[in-house]
């Protein structure tokens, strides 16, 4: 007897597609095969896909993000937009606050997430400031109990480091064998061009676009590659944008370099014309690096299909928009440089990708498994828990209705923000139901489960 059966749905994975039945059993995928046997429940996904539960490897939760400025998810309205969009593991940032042991921010990330979460959830750490303590103790510790993976930023007040202190990080990740992720921008072209700009009042949210081109981001990436071969570790290069830096992700992988490279949603269906509204609405698009044109997003399905990248996340950083603490905070009035950064996607992100991709035929069904679900965990150290339909694999499952049309709206997505900037897109193909560990936390698009996500320490990347 099992818990549950999944009854003739046709099974998606990174390699294969087939027609089969899913036997759970304590949250675990127990049998596949025809007439497997009786159960307590029977799903029938007769018409549909049944596919591995999306995991979001990017996304920023309830992180400290500036005075005066609150993100608009917190854990629990984060995973319910994670879970209701086809997901089942989703991978926040826990920042290193200046000042504050690394251990103290990840016990208070702890104490935000744990017993709030629809899916389950593994943290990253953000590097701001590593000390000799923190590179020669802390993080070490951490890697050893799970926290194998950590971004390192090349931009941002108070979050950039130097080549030298990269370097560092770099050295560290090659004793301890975790996994660095890079955000690529050049800092100091982004801060001498946002100062003329602003001197010549060019202020509103659209000038953030240019504040940013993408000889900065080409640059910083060639840069961390370069640091990344010198100190012979892999390298994740995440939330790619354009031709330019994905052209130098693919030339060092045909260098034989680990460098792996991530983009996200809003570099394949929005442009920097997104930022152009009026009044303020550009800022509802503001995030780094920015959209940027047709030719990006052409450039972005290329290392889609071609490899380049292995996995699409959402970057989902969320502040709602008509709201002072938000993106419309009164500095942010006054200059692009105060709007803060980051757009919401953690609901959006699968159907996106599966109509936009599956649908329209740029990539196929295992393609789309391996870039939003396999890929994550092999490369954080998930594998093969998560991200795979096999025996002894968790029973975290989306059952997609391929055929189902809606126009994309941000009521849909159950997320804390008050807007999607993917409104009104035309969406075919949606996950109706989804599994975390066996248990049914969405059925038929309704949210009907617990809050039963836990924490999961990692292993080390495939990658490292
Ligand atoms: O604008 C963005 N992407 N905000 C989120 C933080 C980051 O850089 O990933
Ligand atoms: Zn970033
Ligand atoms: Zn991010």
Known sequence: MFDTV?????????????????????????????????????????????????????????????????????FESATRSAVMGGNTTVLPFCLQESGVPLRESVRAYHAKADGRCYTDVSFHLIISDPTPQVLGQELPALVRDGYTSFKVFMTYEGL???????????????????????????????????????????TAPRHHADSRPMIAEREATHRAISLAELSEVPLMVVHVSNREAMEEIRRARQRGLKIIGE???????????????LNME????????????????????????????????SDHC?????????????????????????????????????????VKGRIDINRFVALTSTNHAKTYGLYPRKGAIAI?????????????????????LRDGSDYTPYEGLEIVGWPMTTLVRGRVVVREGVLEGARDGVHLPRGVSAHA
């Not at 996904?45 to 400025?69: C, F, M």
């Not at 975290?396 to 391929?402: E, F, G, M, T």
């Open 392 to 412: 002894g694999a968790d029973a975290d499952l989306a059952i997609w209705d391929p055929e189902r049309r809606q126009t994309l709206t941000h009521a849909m």
């Open 282 to 313: 550009g800022a509802k698009y503001v995030c780094s690096p920015p959209p940027r044109d047709r030719d990006s997003q052409e450039a972005c399905w290329q290392g889609l299909q071609q490899d380049v990248f292995s996995v699409f996340s």
């Open 318 to 358: 969320p502040f709602r928009y008509d709201d002072p603490q938000g993106k419309l905070t009164p500095k942010g009035r006054t200059s692009f440089r105060w709007v803060p950064n980051g757009i919401p996607g953690i609901g959006a992100r699968l159907p996106i990708l599966f109509s936009e991709g599956v």
């Open 263 to 277: 983009t996200c949603p809003q570099y394949l269906v929005l442009t920097a014309q997104d930022l152009d509204g």
């Open 6 to 74: 999944i009854k003739g749905g046709r099974v998606s994975t990174a390699s294969d597609t087939f027609g089969c039945d899913i036997g759970i059993r304590d949250g675990v995928i127990v049998a596949l095969g025809a007439e497997i046997g009786e159960a307590r429940e029977v799903i029938d996904a007769t018409g549909r896909w049944v596919l591995p539960g999306g995991i979001d490897s990017h996304v920023h939760i309830a992180q400290p993000s500036g005075e005066g400025l609150v993100m608009a998810d917190d």
């Open 160 to 202: 950039a480091l130097s080549d030298r202190q990269i370097l560092e990080v770099m050295a560290m990740a090659r004793e301890t064998r975790a996994l660095v992720m890079v955000h690529a921008e050049n800092y100091d072209i982004i801060r001498f061009l946002t100062d003329s700009l602003e001197a010549q009042g060019k």
